[in-house]
């Protein structure tokens, strides 16, 4: 038993939790700044520091675990100034421009000087002006802003072991980036954005290409088309005061006509798509002796990782491209055609939770006669941001469905938002195709949730397929050695750059954390349950497209549309 | 350099926690007393430890260097017991002598100068430390013929 | 003067040597005894850890020897980064065997089987002649396997330190021997209970170590012959500054400060024209001159709020400019802060351009309240000991030398050592 006083106040606990954990659970709020659920406790920033009495020094809160008997000021007048000098400190070597700065509105401290009535700085500034980092097309840094918080390299070395950035230095020198001050192109990062989603500030973010879309939505000459992410629909209600894993899906489309879209796609459907191309790639492979274990291949900033870390094992990928690519290519071909548009007045924007994709957009393969296959990419906390910008929110807005062709979709391809999604997708089908018959239980639910490695052996005919889901790069990393090891006894494994899938990637809302993702993920999983087709080949309009367009899962055409090759890209 | 860096990791071990020692061995055998890109890439591949965490492991530490030092890079020690024992005339002879300013290199690339924390040299207040070597109460001439022997010992290599 | 601890000032034994007089020998008797009577032993000597801390020595080795683990380490922390402190640098120099047998009776006592010597790099004299030490150490089976045939086994490594003061740390220092920056870890856990590598481990100055040897030697009861009730033993103090001999004294607590510095010391000029003596290096309080006679203990400096710490003695006379002091006193905590927490990495900055602004007659009261409130935003609120003492000195002079800080941010500097103009100062 653990018996405190927090501010006079006495509570029990059966745990020696921190100090923080303890006064949260009596209603006692103490400020944190570097402090994130998600990551491991530091106690750098020194916010959250409180008088235990006895201890001269003051403690800080996170770090601090509570002992029988401890007495704890969290407010008193020592802590408070000691409390306003530490924010002063940090202000004194922050751009401190928060009207253009683009956390305005979300940024943890502006909202911290805020609580505190900071109203005045006695120190003198002492930021020394460095140039804004934007070498790359997925992230921006600008380190004006940084405060230290070390937030970032937690997500890069511990929770992704990609290590692009780290502490760099000593003293007031010491900054966060990488090495010798380069830009992210320039070490190995797989923009994976996952810093961006724990920076308490605005020093890391995506390259905005609002006004990009913009302009090419005012030019009449242009034919603008959008596609949506399945991840986008539980998220981007955040930005507009709704709880996380509502789904907003309905009023999408509407929205996005009434911003002068000339039409607005599902990326759902070439999700199903994918599901049929690399189903009948994988039930190749199995048959005919392939490259064992097939990894899928939609996730970007996967992609960069492999392609950087593990060039040698770039053999198990998928061919397949992306959902958002396979888009892009049928857009600019098939849909074009049909149009009668010329692919090069088309302009093809897709609105994703990602940030990777900025990046894998501009691939040279990815695009044919010079033009991409998608010309732009936004992520959900851009499209929100256009939303805004317009005048325009959630209210108000009448449901209306998605475009044909590329709005009819199923079930499989919405679950691709969610670790585990894409996997259950494939299953769905391949168990269909390959035995004829219906599945008694098309939920595989042993794959679904936030746990980093889900493994599932499903009989699929005479074949035990096992498999293996894997979310954050750490993972991949794991299952990737034990391939080169003669280890990895799977037929297929999914891999998802990001923690809990394309819902917790690092182009969502502010804040993206483990709790929000799970909410996410549930918002995922009970939309898809109300749809009524629920199987990818079962979907009309992929049919229609094999049988109007493609011919068949990897023939020519798909082949040469919807199928990719990778590089050795280490550095 | 790959195949030095190797040599040294072989030696040392390759283990994360062996970075330091192998970071030090590997600067230990640079002409200009300092950390490379090059080793520093290598070091990183040896050790499957990403560049930038070698670089900023280095970054941290004050006797390693990841810019290009002189053949003898002299550390003039500015702590109180030094600085207030005449630390500041010698940082102002050193300058003058060599014709450089404090974190500069001598255009010969022979001298490099900078300012380091206490060396543990009190006693002999001011010092120096040049090489693995420390020099103490130091006058004029004293830095005179110091530096006078070292540019001998290298025309004579 | 006592001679607990050195050989004679200037004779570098060799291993032969050291063997023929006696050194191992202590190791070979302590080898009979069990590890618990050990500490038993140095619990009853009170030995107070000498490397800045003074915690008590025996409580220390208990916390590790009480710890169930596959492997347990001894860290002997030769890092001495302090400001004005050189007295490890002589106990390595003159006999590191000494050091070596020290370390392994302590691993004895608490049940570890490998450790470091981690000495400074900037030490880089004094490497090769520790590692042949510890090589012929290896060599004698007074390291390695079953030591002597007692079923006892430990070895030691060499670690060098990188250029860190903060690495002088405990934790910090074990993060640098795990490859990592010096970034000090919270404790709890306290390295008794996770350490290196996550394992039991006792960290000792090389001070503090070499001390278990005349304990071991002439037992607890002579042993607290020596000093005084609460300080037992001698303690090494490094001298520097305007005296005529400077350099490590072995003194029994319990002398004064003005007899060490008049008698065995003596100040260049008249011992009228000393202004100040800091004690405990660039983190250490700086006395005045009616303080000088304090007793050299650690209970005597806990009386007036300070602390011993490395022992390290810098006599200042009247030429020196308190600002000039305290500016290079700053400077150096402002380079070695590790730079992860705010009060500490952005608040030694602070100081350092207001001591430059005080010192070039722009200052003004409004800044000495800056200053003053920032030292205790580092004191209070910062994550380890370094940010916690760099105001120590400032702290001291604000007690104790007001008049000279408040004469600057008149205009007037009484040693003409600050421009008063402008210019730059800063070295």
């Not at chain 1, 548009?341 to 010079?370: H, I, W, Y």
Request: a negative charge.
């Amino acid at each position: 038993m653990y018996k405190i006083t927090i501010n006079g106040r006495q509570a029990s606990f059966d745990q020696a939790i921190s100090i923080l954990d303890a006064a949260k659970k009596m209603g006692i709020k103490i400020p944190t700044l570097c402090y994130h659920p998600d990551l491991k406790v530091k106690g750098n920033c020194r916010v959250c520091i409180v008088e235990v009495e006895g201890l001269q020094p003051l403690q800080a809160a996170c770090l601090t675990k509570i002992s029988d008997g401890m007495v704890i000021h969290t407010n008193n007048k020592r802590v408070r100034e000691n409390r306003r000098l530490i924010l002063e400190l940090i202000l004194a070597n922050h751009d401190q421009t928060c009207t253009t700065c683009h956390s305005n509105g979300v940024c943890e401290l502006q909202r911290l000087t805020e609580e505190l009535n900071i109203k005045a700085n006695r120190y003198d500034q002492v930021l020394e002006e460095e140039p804004i980092m934007y070498g790359n097309p997925s992230i921006v840094r600008d380190m004006n802003k940084c405060i230290k918080c070390g937030r970032c390299i937690q997500a890069c070395n511990d929770i992704q072991e990609v290590g692009a950035i780290y502490n760099i230095g000593r003293s007031f020198e010491m900054r966060m980036g990488p090495a010798y001050d380069f830009d992210l192109s320039q070490v190995k990062c797989t923009y994976c954005g996952q810093c961006i989603n724990v920076c308490p500030v605005g020093a890391i973010y995506e390259k905005d290409d609002i006004v990009h879309v913009l302009n090419a939505i005012e030019d009449e000459s242009k034919h603008v088309i959008a596609q949506i992410a399945p991840s986008i629909r539980v998220s981007l209600g955040e930005m507009f005061g709704l709880a996380p894993g509502e789904n907003v899906a309905s009023k999408l489309p509407t929205l996005l006509r009434n911003m002068g879209f000339d039409a607005v796609f599902d990326t759902d459907f070439t999700a199903d798509l994918t599901i049929l191309e690399e189903g009948i790639e994988f039930l190749d492979r199995l048959e005919n002796g392939g490259v064992l274990p097939m990894l899928t291949s939609c996730s970007p900033g996967w992609i960069n990782y492999i392609e950087q870390f593990y060039p040698d094992l770039i053999d198990h990928l998928s061919t397949c491209k992306s959902p958002q690519q396979m888009f892009g290519a049928l857009a600019k071909t098939y849909y074009a055609d049909k149009i009668h548009q010329a692919p090069k007045d088309l302009v093809v924007v897709s609105f994703m939770p990602c940030t990777a994709k900025k990046f894998e957009a501009q691939r040279p393969e990815m695009g044919r006669n010079g033009l991409p296959d998608v010309d732009y990419v936004l992520t959900t906390r851009e499209l929100g941001n256009m939303i805004k910008m317009q005048g325009y929110d959630l209210d108000h807005i009448e449901a209306s469905d998605f475009d044909a062709p590329f709005g009819i979709t199923t079930g499989a391809g919405l679950i691709f938002g969610a670790s585990g999604g894409v996997m259950e997708a494939a299953l769905r089908s391949v168990y269909e195709i390959v035995t004829g018959q219906a599945l008694k239980e098309i939920n595989f639910t042993q794959v679904r949730g936030l746990t980093g490695v889900k493994e599932a052996t499903i009989d699929v005919g005479d074949i035990q397929v096992k498999v293996a889901v894997t979310n954050s790069l750490t993972n991949a990393k794991m299952i990737l050695d034990k391939i080169r090891n003669k280890e990895a006894d799977y037929h297929f494994v999914e891999v998802m750059c990001c923690p809990g899938g394309c819902i917790g990637g690092g182009g969502q809302p502010r804040p993206t954390n483990n709790a929000i993702r799970i909410e996410r993920i549930k918002g995922i999983y009970s939309a898809e349950e109300k749809m009524t087709l629920r199987k990818s080949h079962e979907n009309p309009a992929v049919k229609a497209l094999y049988e109007e367009f493609l011919e068949k899962p990897n023939s020519d055409l798909a082949h040469k549309l919807l199928h990719t090759h990778y590089k050795n890209r280490q550095k | 350099m790959i195949t030095k860096v190797e040599t040294i990791v072989e030696k040392i071990g390759r283990s994360d926690d062996k970075l330091l020692e192998i970071l030090i061995a590997v600067q230990d055998t640079s002409e200009f007393n300092y950390l490379s890109q090059a080793s520093l890439r290598a070091v990183s591949q040896a050790l499957d430890i990403s560049l930038t965490r070698v670089y900023g492991t280095a970054e941290f530490y004050s006797m390693l260097s990841t810019k290009k030092r002189g053949k003898h890079v002299i550390q003039v020690c500015n702590s109180a017991p030094c600085h207030l024992q005449n630390g500041k005339e010698v940082i102002r002879i050193f300058q003058e002598i060599l014709g450089i300013h404090m974190g500069e290199i001598t255009e010969d690339g022979l001298f490099s100068l900078e300012t380091v924390s206490c060396i543990g040299a009190c006693d002999q207040a001011p010092a120096v430390r040049i090489d693995k070597e420390v020099y103490g109460n130091l006058t004029r001439s004293k830095i005179f013929n110091i530096l006078a022997d070292l540019k001998r010992g290298e025309t004579h290599d | 003067m006592t001679n607990l601890l050195f050989e004679r000032p200037g004779k570098l034994l060799s291993f032969k040597d050291y063997e023929q007089a006696d050194g191992f020998k202590t190791l070979k008797c302590v080898l009979d005894k069990k590890p618990q009577d050990l500490i038993d032993e140095i619990k009853k000597a009170k030995l107070l850890g000498r490397g800045g801390a003074g915690f008590p020595v025996g409580l220390k080795m208990q916390f590790v020897a009480d710890e169930s683990s596959d492997i347990k380490y001894i860290i002997c922390n030769a890092d001495e980064g302090e400001p004005g402190t050189f007295k490890d640098r002589e106990l390595l120099r003159r006999n590191p065997l000494k050091v070596i047998e020290a370390m392994i009776i302590a691993a004895y006592a608490i049940g570890a089987s490998k450790g470091y010597l981690y000495v400074r790099g900037e030490y880089t004299n004094i490497k090769d002649h520790i590692e042949a030490g510890i090589k012929e150490a290896r060599q004698k089976n007074y390291l390695g396997p079953n030591i002597m045939g007692t079923g006892f086994s430990f070895d030691l490594e060499y670690r060098s330190g990188v250029g860190a003061y903060i690495c002088g740390e405990e934790t910090a220092l074990i993060e640098s021997i795990e490859g990592r920056a010096g970034d000090p870890r919270q404790k709890p856990p306290y390295t008794a209970q996770k350490g290196l590598f996550n394992k039991p481990t006792l960290v000792h100055n090389v001070e503090t170590l070499v001390n278990l040897l005349p304990i071991m030697q002439l037992g607890a009861a002579t042993y607290t012959t020596y000093g005084t009730e609460a300080s037992t033993g001698t303690k090494l103090f490094s001298v520097s500054g305007f005296v005529k001999n400077k350099g490590v004294f072995e003194v029994a607590f319990g002398l004064k400060l003005s007899d060490l510095i008049k008698n065995q010391c003596q100040t260049l000029e008249a011992y009228d024209t000393i202004k100040f003596i800091q004690v405990g290096g660039s983190s250490g309080v700086v006395l005045p001159r009616d303080l000088f006679d304090i007793q050299l203990s650690y209970e005597a400096f806990k009386a007036i709020g300070a602390n011993l710490g490395s022992g390290a003695i810098f006599v200042a006379d009247e030429s020196i400019c308190i600002l000039d002091f305290l500016k290079a006193t700053a400077n150096f905590f402002r380079h070695e802060s590790c730079g992860k927490c705010t009060p500490c990495r952005e608040g030694n900055r602070h100081i350092s351009m207001i001591l430059d602004k005080i010192s070039q007659g722009q200052g003004t009261d409004k800044d000495l309240g800056l200053l003053k409130s920032t030292c205790e935003v580092m004191k209070s609120a910062s994550f380890c000991g370094l940010g916690q003492t760099a105001p120590t000195a400032i702290l001291s002079v604000i007690k104790y030398f007001k008049d000279e800080l408040q004469a600057h941010i008149g205009g007037q500097c009484y040693t003409g050592a600050c421009s008063m103009k402008g210019g730059d100062l800063h070295v």
